[in-house]
T-cell receptor, first 114, second 112 residues
Framework: DAGVTQSPTHLIKTRGQQVTLRCSPKSGHDTVSWYQQALGQGPQFIFQ???????QRGNFPDRFSGHQFPNYSSELNVNALLLGDSALYLC?????????????FGDGTRLSIL | QKEVEQNSGPLSVPEGAIASLNCTYS??????FFWYRQYSGKSPELIMSIYSNGDKEDGRFTAQLNKASQYVSLLIRDSQPSDSATYLC????????????FGAGTILRVKS
């Protein structure tokens, strides 16, 4: 049973560039949430996708956008990268949209901005 | 006031002891509570979920929830060095949606 998979595992970019991160949910899951985790902090919610629509969004600027595909996989796009965007980006999958089902995390993408 | 608060630690316990990790939350409408374990450089791993007042046991782990006091805890019995990690408390608040709101985590160190 495949868990949540994310790619790439590591990425180095420079300020002003754009990045796309990818996530495939756990088998049987239909909801994908994205989180940003800075060093020494808990994950912060970016947004959630269900039925190919953004269902909920955290306090992140419009530079952060996403997409969900018919096979439930998802992408996170960040434009005009800032030094402060350096973090571990986590994808979590769950079942049933806005329910209280547990969310399971992938291994994350570590993004470094130079 | 932070939405979810945890003591950052580190909490140091000897091998075989009980480790007690605590978490408070501010949203009285919260209904779902989770504990995640995160090893250094890794992603969070779900270890417990709890939805009703009282205790929930799973192996060496016991989660305790008191909604009146807005308090949730995690007990780890017979602590092992492999339990050394950061433990994250996460809450789904009241209202629409099921975003997880995390505390900053408590670092646990189990000494052999």
């Amino acid at each position: 049973d495949a868990g949540v998979t994310q790619s790439p595992t590591h990425l180095i970019k420079t300020r002003g560039q754009q990045v796309t991160l990818r996530c495939s949910p756990k088998s049987g899951h239909d909801t994908v949430s994205w989180y940003q985790q800075a060093l020494g902090q808990g994950p912060q919610f970016i947004f959630q996708y269900y039925e190919e629509e953004e269902r909920q969004r955290g306090n992140f600027p419009d530079r952060f956008s996403g997409h969900q595909f018919p096979n439930y996989s998802s992408e996170l796009n960040v434009n005009a990268l800032l030094l402060g965007d350096s973090a571990l980006y986590l994808c979590a999958s769950s079942l049933g949209g806005t329910t209280n089902q547990p969310q399971h995390f992938g291994d994350g993408t570590r993004l470094s901005i130079l | 006031q932070k939405e979810v608060e945890q003591n950052s630690g580190p909490l140091s316990v000897p091998e075989g002891a009980i480790a007690s990790l605590n978490c408070t939350y501010s949203d009285r409408g919260s209904q779902s509570f989770f504990w995640y374990r995160q090893y250094s450089g890794k992603s969070p791993e779900l270890i417990m979920s709890i939805y009703s007042n009282g205790d929930k046991e799973d192996g060496r782990f016991t989660a305790q929830l008191n909604k009146a006091s807005q308090y949730v805890s995690l007990l780890i019995r017979d602590s092992q060095p492999s339990d050394s990690a950061t433990y994250l408390c996460a809450v789904i608040g009241g209202g629409y949606g099921n975003k997880l709101v995390f505390g900053a985590g408590t670092i646990l160190r189990v000494k052999s």
